[in-house]
């Protein structure tokens, strides 16, 4: 059964950093790109940043590019995202996501974290 725990979320005042982990579990994920997506209370989810298998591709959504980076360790099947100069705009509940492909951006993702609750404040 395929796990994806999220840790490393809370509550960060503007300007500061956080960095999110996921540990997936269950199979092996050499082959899959992972990602981290966000959802604020009213809006849709959105993919942040995704990595692609090898980690020698990243993609992320204009919001955050610059802030933060996404990385991988694939003997650890774990995803991290460094977030920097934190913004109130990025409180959201992130997700930890995976999905088997060559690709590098995840659109159909295979398994989702439980969520965590990332709260920024001005």
């Known amino acids: 059964q395929v796990q994806l725990v999220e840790s490393g979320g809370g509550l960060e005042q503007a300007g500061g950093s956080l960095r999110l982990s996921c540990a997936a579990s269950g199979r092996t994920f050499r082959h899959d790109a992972m990602g981290w997506f966000r959802q604020a209370p009213g809006k849709e989810r959105n993919l942040v940043a995704s990595i692609n298998y090898s980690g020698g591709d990243t993609f992320y959504a204009d919001s955050v590019r610059g802030r933060f980076t996404i990385s991988r360790v694939n003997t650890k099947n774990t995803v991290y995202l460094q977030m920097n100069s934190l913004k109130p705009e990025d409180t959201a509940v992130y997700y930890c996501?995976?999905?088997?492909?060559?690709?590098?951006?995840?659109?159909?993702?295979?398994?989702w974290g439980q969520g965590i609750q990332v709260t920024v404040s001005s």
């Open positions: 996501a995976t999905q088997r492909t060559l690709a590098t951006i995840i659109r159909q993702p295979d398994a």
